[in-house]
Every structure is written in C-alpha cells, then in structure tokens.
C-alpha cells in the first residue's frame, strides 16, 4: 500500500524531476504571486526575448520583478489555479446572459461553462472556463474558471462540445 511519506528515493526523484523541468524551461522576468510572466529570458544573453532588456531595465516598469526558474513559475501558478473556489451569487439575468452569449462548452445539471475559455491551466494547459449554475431558483458563478474535469466531477458525467 502506498503511502502519503515520500521516501528518500521519492524525494531525490522528485528533485531531478523539478530540475530537469528548470533546465527545459529556463528563466523567466515575473512579478511572483501576478498572473503572467513579464517575458522569458534568452540563456546565452540574460536579456528578456521581446525587448532586450535586462533585470534593472525591466525593473524600471515592473520594481518586484525577479529573474526565475519559468518551471517555478507555473508551478506557483498552477498551486493558485488549482486553490478552491467559492460560488458566488449572480442574478438571473447575468445567468442567462452569459448562457446565451456563447453556445455552452459544457452544461449539466442546470449548470454550465461559458462557450470561450477565459484562461489555460498552468500545469496542464487544458482551458478553463467560467462557470454558472442554477440551484432551486439561484444563480451563481464559480469565483475561478474551471477545467471540463472539475466541471464533470461537480456536476457529473456529461458530453463537451471541445472533446477536453
């Protein structure tokens, strides 16, 4: 039976891993804890790929910047995307308008993912969309987007029009 401890082996597994992903990836210009990266970072040069320019000069525009591991990145991303939401109340109004926006990628139970995805998921790259459900006359929005996965174990099994 498999256990939740890591073993030594796990670990040295798990950090050959982590680097071999750091030395794929390279480095990235980020603000930690923002939504994108500002730019990656050419490993002969240092210097960001769009404009050229190097830490201090990309600190002029963004202060917090750092140069970092871009596989560090996404996973700090990926933790965020990956936090829990809450559903928030909408009226039914807003409802219907984003149900009629777009044909639904998903919808299930009275509820349904908005048409166009609003982001992609860090560790996976799958999109992920809003979400609306109704529940006994209320309407609400899921705080994050939501990937057709965590939609189908929400709501249950149903066909998507994308095939994600």
């Known amino acids: 039976m498999k256990t939740t401890e890591q073993t030594p082996t796990d670990l040295a597994v798990d950090a050959a891993f982590s680097q071999m992903k750091r030395d794929l990836l390279g480095m990235c210009f980020a603000v ?24 201090e000069e990309i600190r002029r525009r963004y202060p917090a ?9 996404l996973e700090a991303k990926t933790k965020a995307q990956d936090a829990p939401g809450v559903w928030v109340p909408v009226t039914e109004e ?3 308008e984003m149900l009629n926006v777009l044909p639904p990628a998903a919808w ?7 048409g166009e995805a ?14 609306y459900r109704e529940r006994h006359g209320e309407f609400a929005e899921y705080s994050r987007p939501m990937t057709h996965r965590e939609f189908r174990a929400e709501f249950g099994n149903c066909p998507n029009y994308y095939g994600y």
């Open 65 to 73: 910047a750092v140069l970092m591991p871009l596989a560090e990145w």
């Open 118 to 131: 609003s982001d992609h998921h860090a560790g996976t790259g799958r999109p992920r969309f809003t979400c």
């Open 94 to 96: 807003r409802f219907n």
């Open 32 to 55: 930690p804890g923002e939504g994108n990266i500002i730019d990656t970072a050419d490993p002969k040069s240092g210097r960001s790929h769009i404009q050229g320019e190097n830490l």
């Open 108 to 114: 299930h139970n009275g509820a349904f993912l908005v």
